[in-house]
């Protein structure tokens, strides 16, 4: 098993940043890619940015050049999503994702419990 414990979100005014934290927990032996979705009421769970092993990232169009993903120097368990500029458009429940093989090569697919961002004046 594994454990995405998230934190960072909360509520901030347009134009505002936050930054989220992810930190990954738990029996695995690789962790293949990292990332966050979102999702806002009555819509989709959407991908907002992910990383993977070997340190590339990719965002959806809408935040590219506003949000940043990004792992920790330190610890490979740990990613986090600076958010900048942020928009009403951007409040929804922030979830982190992660894709792990264990010692035996098979792969699951983990989600955090997520965390509440609101962009509101």
């Known amino acids: 098993q594994v454990q995405l414990l998230e934190s960072g979100g909360g509520l901030v005014q347009p134009g505002g940043s936050l930054r989220l934290s992810c930190e990954a927990s738990?029996?695995?032996?690789?962790?293949?890619?990292m990332g966050w979705y979102r999702q806002a009421p009555g819509k989709q769970r959407e991908l907002v940015a992910v990383i993977n092993r070997g340190g590339s990232t990719n965002q959806t169009d809408s935040v590219k050049g506003r949000f940043t993903i990004s792992r920790d120097d330190a610890k490979d368990t740990v990613v986090y999503l600076q958010m900048n500029t942020l928009k009403p458009e951007d409040t929804a429940v922030y979830y982190c994702h992660g894709v792990f093989s264990d010692w035996g090569g098979r792969r699951s697919v983990y989600w955090g419990q997520g965390t509440q961002v609101t962009v509101s004046s």
């Open positions: 738990g029996d695995f032996f690789i962790i293949n890619a």
